[in-house]
C-alpha cells in the first residue's frame, strides 16, 4: 500500500512537470511571435516615438499621431487618466487690421481666461468686463504706437474689434462678451471726443502730472483717496472743451449729450496711459481703478419685493413664512452673478431700504439668520461645502 501511494506521487510530479513545461514552451512561442511582429510592423515608427514634439512647452504641442496611443476601438472610452488636449484654434483674421496681435498675446491670454465661456456670465461684472475694457483701452494706445493718433480709425475700427474677439474666442472665451460688457467697436475710436492726437493732447494735458498719478495706482488708497481718476477726470474734462463748455450745453439741455463726450474723451485718456506705459503696468493700473468703480455701486437687479413686504410687515419674532419669503426672494437675486463683499454690502443696504419704504421695520436679516454671503451665488455655493 505504502509503495503504491509513493508510485503514485512521483507519477503526478512528473505529469504535473510535464504539463508546465509544455506550457511554458506554447507561452514563450507566442511571446517571441507577438514580439517579431510587432518589431517587424513598428520598427519604422521607433524613431518618431522616442522624438519629442518640435515646439516648446510655453508654446501649442504639436502632437504627431505617432506619438498619441491609437486605440483600435473608436467607440470605447479611453483610460481615465489619459490626458486630453484643449480645443483651443487658430482664429480668422480679417487681414484688414495693422497690429501685430502676438505682441498682445499676453494680455489676449489674460481676457480669455478671466472671460472663459461658462463662466463669462457670471463674473462679467466683476472679473471680465473690467479685463475687456482695459484690453480695449491696451489696444486703443498700441494701435497707433509709431504715429501721432490716440484713437483707431474708423475704416478699420470694426474689423480690429472682430479680430480681437476671434482671438479671444479661439482661446475659449464667451462670445457675447461685447453684450455682456457693454462694449462695442466704437469705444476704439474716440467716438466723440475734439481731440485724437498725441500733439494736441499734451498741449492741453500735463501729461508729466497725470503719468505720475496713474503709473503706480494703489490697491488700497485709491478707493478711498483717489489719486489716478481724478487726474483722468481732469484731463478728460480739458480736451472735451472745459467747464464751460459744459455750463453751455447745459443751459441747451445738451447735458447727455456732454456725458457722453466726457466718457469718450476718458477713453482717450485712457489710450494715452497705455502708449506711455508697458502693456502690464497698465492693465493693472485699469484694473485697479476698474476695482473702485465695481466695489461703488451693486449690480444686481431688485424687483418689488411685495410677497417678502406683505408676509414680514408686522413680525417681530422669527416667524416661518415671513423667513420662507424672504429666502425665496434673494434666492432669485443670487442666481445672477458673483460680486464682491463690498458690493454686497451695498445690495443689503439697499434691499433693506426697499424693505423699509415697504414697512417692514423690523431686522428680518437677524431674525432669518441672512449673511451677506447670502447675496451673491457664491455664498450659495460655499454654504455646500462640507464643515470640519
Known amino acids: 500500500m505504502s509503495y503504491f501511494k509513493f508510485y503514485h506521487f512521483r507519477r503526478g510530479s512528473m505529469c504535473h512537470q510535464f504539463l508546465l513545461f509544455i506550457i511554458y514552451l506554447s507561452s514563450f512561442r507566442d511571446v517571441v511571435a507577438l514580439q517579431m511582429s510587432f518589431e517587424s510592423t513598428h520598427t519604422a515608427s521607433v524613431p518618431e516615438l522616442a522624438s519629442p514634439p518640435s515646439t516648446g512647452i510655453f508654446y501649442p504641442i504639436e502632437i504627431s499621431p505617432a506619438v498619441i496611443p491609437q486605440y483600435p476601438l473608436p467607440n470605447e472610452s ?67 504706437i509709431s504715429s501721432d493718433k490716440l484713437v483707431v480709425p474708423n475704416a478699420v475700427a470694426n474689423d480690429c474689434f472682430s479680430d480681437i474677439m476671434s482671438i479671444l474666442i479661439s482661446k475659449g472665451a464667451n462670445a457675447t462678451i461685447p453684450s455682456i460688457c457693454t462694449i462695442k467697436s466704437a469705444n476704439l475710436t474716440g467716438g466723440s471726443c475734439p481731440v485724437n492726437d498725441v500733439t494736441t493732447f499734451e498741449k492741453m494735458v500735463n501729461s508729466s502730472s497725470l503719468l505720475e498719478a496713474c503709473t503706480t495706482v494703489d490697491t488700497l488708497k485709491e478707493c478711498c483717496r483717489p489719486i489716478c481718476q481724478p487726474a483722468i477726470a481732469e484731463a478728460a474734462l480739458k480736451i472735451s472743451g472745459g467747464e464751460s463748455s459744459m455750463i453751455e450745453n447745459k443751459d441747451a439741455g445738451q447735458g447727455s449729450n456732454r456725458v457722453d463726450i466726457l466718457s469718450d474723451c476718458k477713453g482717450v485718456v485712457y489710450s494715452y496711459i497705455s502708449r506711455k506705459l508697458p502693456s502690464v503696468a497698465a492693465n493693472i493700473a485699469f484694473r485697479r481703478l476698474s476695482a473702485c468703480k465695481v466695489n461703488k455701486v451693486c449690480p444686481l437687479q431688485f424687483k418689488q419685493p411685495s410677497e417678502v413686504i406683505a408676509a414680514c410687515r408686522n413680525v417681530a419674532a422669527p416667524s416661518p413664512s415671513c423667513c420662507s419669503s424672504l429666502n425665496a426672494y434673494i434666492a432669485g437675486i443670487q442666481r445672477q452673478m458673483l460680486i464682491t463683499n463690498k458690493q454686497a454690502i451695498i445690495c443689503a443696504t439697499m434691499f433693506g431700504s426697499m424693505l423699509r419704504k415697504g414697512g417692514v421695520m423690523t431686522n428680518i436679516y437677524e431674525l432669518c439668520d441672512v449673511d451677506l454671503k447670502d447675496f451673491s451665488i457664491q455664498g450659495k455655493i460655499f454654504s455646500r461645502l462640507p464643515t470640519a
Open 78 to 144: 479611453l483610460p481615465p487618466m489619459y490626458p486630453t488636449f484643449p480645443a483651443t484654434y487658430e482664429p480668422v483674421l480679417s487681414g484688414k487690421c495693422p497690429v501685430n496681435f502676438s505682441a498682445l498675446s499676453d494680455i489676449l491670454s489674460k481676457t480669455a481666461s478671466d472671460c472663459a465661456q461658462p463662466m463669462a456670465m457670471l463674473v462679467g461684472n466683476a472679473i471680465c468686463c473690467p479685463q475687456f475694457s482695459s484690453l480695449v483701452h491696451i489696444f486703443q494706445g498700441f494701435y497707433s
